[in-house]
């Protein structure tokens, strides 16, 4: 199936998480946020929360700086 991450096309199995899509954008354990079409996902639905053809995910890392 194919849904975008972060503005781009990415092509992803069927029965793809968006805990799958987090983990293949960040490594990151904490400072993480999830956006499924608009969406916050809590970080505990993120493995139960399948995904669809034509989804849109936003994933973002909370960075520190001055």
Known sequence: ?????????RELPDGASV???VASVTAAAT???A????????RSAWAATPLKDADRVEVLTA????
Do not use: C
Not at 1 to 9: F, S
Not at 35 to 42: F, G, H, P, S, Y
């Open 1 to 9: 199936m194919k849904v975008i991450v972060n503005g781009e096309p």
């Open 63 to 66: 960075v520190q700086g001055g």
């Open 19 to 21: 805990a799958e899509v």
């Open 35 to 42: 956006a499924l079409n608009d969406e916050v996902v809590r």
């Open 31 to 33: 400072g993480v946020a």
